[in-house]
Each structure stands twice: as C-alpha cells, then as structure tokens.
C-alpha cells in the first residue's frame, strides 16, 4: 500500500480555537473542508484538550494563517497543551462570538457545535456557520508550503502523521513526544540537547 499517494490530498493550515469560561484554547489544524454553504468540518485528536472544550462549549473558531505566519506560533499551538500553557500570551487576539480570533491572519470562520463522529484516534467536528470575516488580502497557507517551506514538523496526533523512516548514512534521533526528527553525524545527543518543536529533553529522543 502506497501511503504517499495522500500527500497529494490538498490541505491548508489553520488554529481552532475555542473558550472555556476564562481558559483560551487553540490547536494547529490541517484538516478542514467546507461540506456546503453554511457547514464545515473540523478534524481534531481526541486527546487534544481543545476537542475537549469544543465538545462541550460547543463554539469555535477556525483562524486561516497566512504563508507569512511566525513557525513559533504554529509550534506553540500545535506542540503544546491548553491546559498546561497559556497558548495565547503572547498572540495578539480579540472575541468574537465569545471565543478567542487571532489578528494578523487571512481572516476567521466561526461555528457552533452541529455533529461529531468519533474514530479510534480523531473526533470530526460539524460545525454550523455563524460569522465570518476577510481581514487582510494575505495569501493562505498550504500544508504543503508549511512543510517544503518553513521546514514544519508534523505532530504525532495530526491526521496526516505518517510515521516513516527514511534511509540515511546519519544517525536519525526520533523525538517521542512531537515525532521531530534530527539527523547528525554523531553517536548520541549533546547533554543539554532541546527538541526544536516541542522543548524536551534528549530524554524522550530515540535512536531509529
């Protein structure tokens, strides 16, 4: 079976976000399609926090991210847990509709709750238009832009994770935690050797 036929599937990359009385949430997402005028489709892991929140507020935002988005902010909502790290201290953003919008980016949809379908891994979330907004004529990122050009990590619970190995005369270290992989030509990892994407230790690195 031939996985790499997915890849040619289109994607974009966005942040769902959502809010639980006082407690912003948000995740990078790159699974997001319109099913008709007034409906989309959200796909999300069902142990990210956020699925959590948006499963019981039943409200939220889709935030389209331009090609001209900071790395960090893609790393820090989807490498980090809402509920462990405030994901919005340092992004500038604003409510609408009760739930969190970040500014500097293509534009928001924003959606109630209408239907979910849980699978093993990700929950696939209705939602029901009910505000959107163009806030700039910045161009939308692609996944695939993300990944050939920003260099980006797909995390594990990301729908399109594949986990692969690749031949190569380096040593690849795998990160346990994001799926980062480091290549280098020496034997183990320097002592204080951090993940780019997620911030552990060499620790929860594995020799593939």
Excluded: W
Aim: contains cysteine.
């Amino acid at each position: 079976m031939d996985k790499s036929i997915l890849k040619k599937l289109s994607y974009g990359m966005y942040i769902i976000s959502s809010k639980s009385n006082d407690l912003l949430v948000g995740c990078t997402a790159n699974s997001v399609i319109q099913i008709n005028s007034d409906t989309i489709a959200i796909s999300l892991n069902n142990d990210n926090y956020t699925t959590k929140v948006i499963l019981e507020e039943k409200k939220f935002a889709i935030n389209i991210l331009p090609t001209n988005t900071n790395i960090e902010l893609i790393r820090t909502f989807g490498f980090k847990k809402s509920n462990e790290v405030n994901k919005f201290a340092d992004v500038s953003y604003k409510i609408v509709d009760e739930v969190p919008v970040i500014n500097n980016t293509c534009g928001y949809i924003i959606c109630t709750f209408n239907n979910s379908l849980k699978t093993n891994t990700h929950t696939i979330i209705l939602g029901k238009i009910i505000n959107m907004q163009e806030t700039n004529g910045l161009e939308a990122m692609t996944y695939k832009y993300y990944q050939e050009n920003l260099k980006g990590a797909t995390n594990k619970t990301a729908p399109t994770y594949q986990n692969e190995t690749k031949t190569s005369k380096k040593n690849v270290f795998v990160c346990k935690i994001c799926g980062y992989r480091y290549e280098t030509d020496e034997e183990e990892l320097p002592d204080d050797f951090k993940c780019p994407m997620c911030g552990v230790g060499k620790e929860y690195f594995e020799k593939i």
